[in-house]
């Protein structure tokens, strides 16, 4: 919990301040021997108040959409990922999204340091989206619809990645 999600508080706390309806849709690379422990953890606060609840921890089928979005955007690095897409310029989340024509839709946000998936609304994303929710610190991210038929990457070189399959 305190290197998994703690940290990434820090994003829940800045999209609630703002008025961002999320939802936290599943808890990912959580053993099973350490199931019933995350289970009471995420039925306390602090996790409480960013909406994390026990049934996160049963599987919503995101570990197998993620394992189809890494086969349809392989990784050009095999040290971490990053997705052998369009590099576009530091802080171009907004046109990414423009140049990739994407309308008002929620999109599930992925950190990869983090061991849960996020949906919210794309528009949201992109309006409240700055140094705090996307930084060095919180590493590599990942914004996708449920259909994968694009992908939005940030690095954490600070670099926006983007495009849809081919």
């Known amino acids: 919990m305190q290197s998994d999600v ?4 820090e994003i ?8 961002v309806i999320y939802k936290i849709v599943q808890m990912l690379h959580v053993k099973e021997d350490w ?5 009471d953890a995420l039925s306390q606060p602090p996790y409480t108040t960013y909406g994390f609840e026990a049934g996160h921890l049963k599987d919503q089928g995101i570990r197998a959409l993620l394992e189809s979005l ?4 392989p990784s050009t690095n095999s040290l971490r990922y990053v997705p052998s897409l369009e ?3 530091p802080q171009g989340l907004q046109q990414l999204v423009n140049e990739l024509g994407l309308v008002h839709q929620k999109v599930y946000v992925y950190y990869l340091s983090y061991a849960f998936v996020l949906e919210l609304q794309l528009h949201d994303l992109v309006k409240y989206a700055n140094a705090d929710t996307f930084n060095f610190w919180h590493g590599d991210a990942l914004i996708f619809s449920n259909d994968l038929s694009w992908l939005i990457a ?6 926006w990645y983007g495009g849809r399959v081919q």
Do not use: D, N
Request: net charge negative; charged share 35%.
């Open 6 to 9: 703690e940290p990434a508080l």
């Open 87 to 89: 590099k576009h310029a």
């Open 12 to 19: 829940l706390s800045l999209l609630q301040r703002r008025g």
């Open 70 to 73: 890494f086969e349809l955007y």
């Open 35 to 39: 199931k019933e422990t995350v289970a």
């Open 154 to 159: 940030y690095s954490l070189e600070e670099e």
